[in-house]
């Protein structure tokens, strides 16, 4: 590890590679998960989907954890994306995490419901009903967090799952990823968690590798705590820690 350091509440650790940032993640995330499941007959993780969690989440599927004790969730989803597109999130994880070891459960957002309102609630009552008690996220070049552009984005949000319209700097980071040829192809809408369903967990685990997400961190780090930076919000958070490598923390 580079270095290590507290802004506000938030624990933020830079590691040389993404390589060794996903490793160090992953395995500080199994220690918790443990720790939980020694509390708890069951837990419940939010999954994030994004190119930026594939070290991670390939090296914690690996981990010995009792995966039949902990229901699964994830915290966005496009809407109307064809539900076999490889770039949609809930395709994105069965294929990381979700078939790969065996969960208690696995609960996913449907954006291809007919009716988009109907599913918010639905999935809105599953989180109130297995609240989430950690949160395994990344953050967006727009500093979001899930779909939480700064333009939707609500740190006082009544909702637990909402539907938004998401704005051109985040499409554009979709093609930027390589999930999309060009943003005429990234759909424009999404079911999100919102910010309040997100940090309310007990832990966050945000891990954030890519000097395309160094002005994001810087940001996220520097910025008033406001919902116009979405991800500032973290330094708030009593127990939740950013993992970065030396590109996306090169701005700080």
Not at 3 to 11: P, T, V
Not at 20 to 34: F, H, L, S, Y
Not at 187 to 194: E, G, K, S, V, Y
Request: glycine share 2%; charged share 25%; proline share 4%.
């Amino acid at each position: 590890m580079l270095k290590e350091f507290k802004k506000d509440k938030l624990k933020v650790k830079v590691h040389s590679t993404r390589a060794e940032m996903g490793v160090a993640a992953a395995k500080d995330a199994t220690t918790i998960i443990n720790q939980l499941l020694k509390e708890k007959e069951s837990i419940n993780a939010i999954f994030a989907a994004a190119p930026s969690q594939n070290e991670f989440l390939e090296t914690l599927r690996k981990e010995t954890i009792d995966w039949n004790r902990i229901n699964a969730f994830h915290m966005d989803e496009y809407v109307d994306l064809h539900p076999d597109a490889p770039q949609g999130f809930a395709n994105f994880l069965r294929k990381k995490i979700f078939s790969k070891v065996v969960f208690k459960s696995v609960n996913c957002l449907d954006g291809n419901a007919a009716d988009t309102e109907q599913e918010a609630r639905r999935y809105s009552a599953l989180l109130a009903e297995y609240p989430a008690d950690i949160v395994l996220m990344g953050i967006g070049e727009n500093t979001h967090i899930a779909f939480n552009d700064p333009h939707v984005a609500d740190f006082n949000d009544k909702k637990l799952v909402k539907i938004v319209d998401l704005d051109l700097a985040c499409r554009q980071q979709q093609v930027n990823d390589g999930c999309f040829s060009e943003i005429a192809n990234v759909p424009t809408h999404a079911l999100t968690l919102t910010v309040p369903a997100l940090v309310k967990a007990k832990y966050v685990f945000c891990m954030v590798p890519s000097e395309k997400k160094a002005q994001a961190i810087y940001q996220t780090l520097n910025e008033d705590i406001q919902d116009n930076f979405p991800s500032t919000i973290l330094r708030k958070h009593p127990n939740a820690t950013l993992y970065l490598d030396k590109d996306s923390a090169k701005l700080i």
